[in-house]
């Protein structure tokens, strides 16, 4: 019986690092230098901070492009809020992991809609299972 399991997990080690290349980058590019720019990652959270808001999309950049070369999804980083004040501009990011409801429905009717015969369950947060009896 063909089995296989869609999952949706980060691994944080890998973010750890692709926050810290980031926050290295934004420490020594001359164009961040007296802007107040700062990346801190708290372990669902990653908070980018800056005087203006063209540095913060510019530090933005720097860390999607981090994520890409570490080969971790920026799928995983959903907008939480952005806060502005005369001083200072903050980013919030969540790390999203797990498959919710809603989105485990849509994946499971899309293949019961090309697999009649497969049987799904809903395991966890984060784990899908299909199975198919052999033709």
């Known amino acids: ?11 944080t080690q890998e ?4 926050v810290d290349q980031a926050y ?11 802007t107040g720019t700062n990346i801190e990652f708290n ?4 908070t980018l901070k800056s005087s203006t808001e063209e540095r913060l999309k510019a530090a933005e950049q720097v860390l999607k492009e981090k994520f ?3 080969n971790v999804s920026i799928k ?6 952005i806060e ?8 919030f990011y969540n790390l999203k992991s797990g498959i919710t409801q809603e989105e485990s429905k ?6 019961k809609k090309d697999f009649k015969k497969a049987q799904c369950a809903y395991q966890n947060q984060s784990n899908l299972s299909f199975c198919q009896k052999k033709r």
């Open 84 to 91: 502005k004040t005369p001083s200072e501009v903050k980013h």
């Open 68 to 70: 890409v070369k570490r």
């Open 15 to 18: 973010i750890t690092n692709a």
């Open 76 to 81: 995983f980083l959903s907008d939480i809020k």
């Open 24 to 34: 290295r980058e934004i420490v020594n590019r001359y164009d961040f230098r007296d």
């Open 43 to 46: 372990e669902q959270t990653i």
């Open 106 to 111: 849509k994946i499971i009717s899309l293949i």
């Open 1 to 11: 019986m063909p089995t296989f399991d869609i999952t949706s997990e980060f691994n």
